[in-house]
């Protein structure tokens, strides 16, 4: 059975699964200019934001994510997500689903009134789980250079 623990995001594991994404991300990024920021430890430490790793059900890490709080949106307060990620093996087992559930849930406790994310067009399997989760395109609410698409959701109490 796997599992969602939060991790600091510079704990060696969590370090490892984001280096092994910004790799790939890097190898298949049109025109080779995918730009690599690494995110400060405080960014995904509460208030700021949390970050999670999935464990397989050997104890492996093998996917993870997170949230952080940006500025508010047209709904109120946002939380973003950053680094959803599954490694190969993982794929297609609904892992990549289950780390955005937690990531939802986890915002929704701290009050988040919306999620919301950005993305490249040629991350296709990423862009059917967004629009399967509730995800509608939005206009860019940033400037991020590796991004194509930007999406958001509003989470209401549950």
Same mark, same amino acid.
């Given at each position: ?61 093998? /996917?993870?994510?997170? #949230?952080?709080?940006?500025? @508010?949106?047209?709904?109120? $307060? %946002?939380?973003?997500?950053?680094? +959803? ?48 989760? /509730?995800?509608?395109? #939005?206009?860019?609410?940033? @400037?991020?250079?590796?991004? $194509? %698409?930007?999406?958001?959701?509003? +989470?209401?109490?549950?």
């Amino acid at each position: 059975m796997v599992s969602l623990r939060p991790s600091a995001v510079d704990a060696p594991d969590a370090r490892a699964l984001l280096e092994e994404y910004f790799a790939l991300r890097a190898a298949i990024f049109p025109g080779g200019a995918y730009r690599t920021v690494f995110p400060s430890p405080e960014t995904f430490v509460e208030p700021a934001g949390v970050f999670v790793v999935l464990d397989d059900d050997e104890g492996r890490p093998v /996917g993870c994510g997170g #949230i952080r709080r940006i500025a @508010d949106g047209p709904h109120g $307060t %946002r939380d973003e997500v950053k680094h +959803l990620f599954v490694r190969d093996g993982g794929r297609g087992q609904g892992w990549g689903r289950a780390i955005l559930e937690e990531l939802e849930r986890r915002a929704r406790e701290r009050g988040a009134a919306e999620l919301v994310l950005d993305t490249h067009h040629t991350l296709e399997a990423a862009g059917g789980l967004y629009a399967r989760s /509730g995800f509608t395109s #939005i206009e860019p609410y940033n @400037d991020n250079s590796n991004a $194509t %698409r930007w999406y958001a959701r509003p +989470l209401t109490p549950q």
